[in-house]
């Protein structure tokens, strides 16, 4: 869970999204809507390390 207003997740311009602890890009189209007001990210690792290569990203619901 990152929260919303951690920082840690911009909103780019095209609507995208940069998870800023890796500097990672996930495309809108690659998201999914989060059942509460958080973001989430779920992602590969080895051997307990973190890969900057996301598998799951859900955005929080926003109003238009």
């Known amino acids: ?4 207003n951690s920082g840690d997740v911009l909103e780019l311009e095209n609507g995208d999204f940069r998870y800023v602890p890796t500097g990672e890009v996930i495309p809108r189209n690659e998201t999914r809507l989060s059942p509460d007001d958080n973001y989430w990210r779920c992602y590969w690792h080895q051997n307990g390390q973190e890969l900057t290569r996301k598998m799951c990203f859900w955005r929080p619901v926003r109003d238009s």
Do not use: D, E, R, S
């Not at 869970?1 to 919303?4: E, S």
């Open 1 to 4: 869970m990152i929260p919303v």
